[in-house]
């Protein structure tokens, strides 16, 4: 699962965290990009009967892309 909300993939929060600077030093800048990135975490899922289920909760004004990978040993 990839997401993006307050705590995920939001540099904006960093930003402001920073001071909200005008300017960007070379290291808040990479800092900056860095937290724009979205990150791959694993979700809990259940197999059962041929269906896959999972529960997630998003916050307001967030979006989730959750991916399944499937190989021939499964």
Request: charged fraction near 30%.
């Amino acid at each position: 699962m990839q997401r993006i909300d307050e705590d995920h993939a939001n540099p904006r929060r960093l930003w402001k965290e920073m001071g909200a600077p005008e300017y960007l030093s070379g290291g808040q800048l990479d800092k900056l990009q860095d937290a724009s990135q979205l990150k791959r975490e694993p979700l809990d899922y259940r197999y059962a009967e041929g269906r896959i289920e999972f529960e997630i909760t998003l916050p307001a004004n967030s979006v989730a892309v959750i991916g399944f990978e499937f190989s021939a040993d499964s």
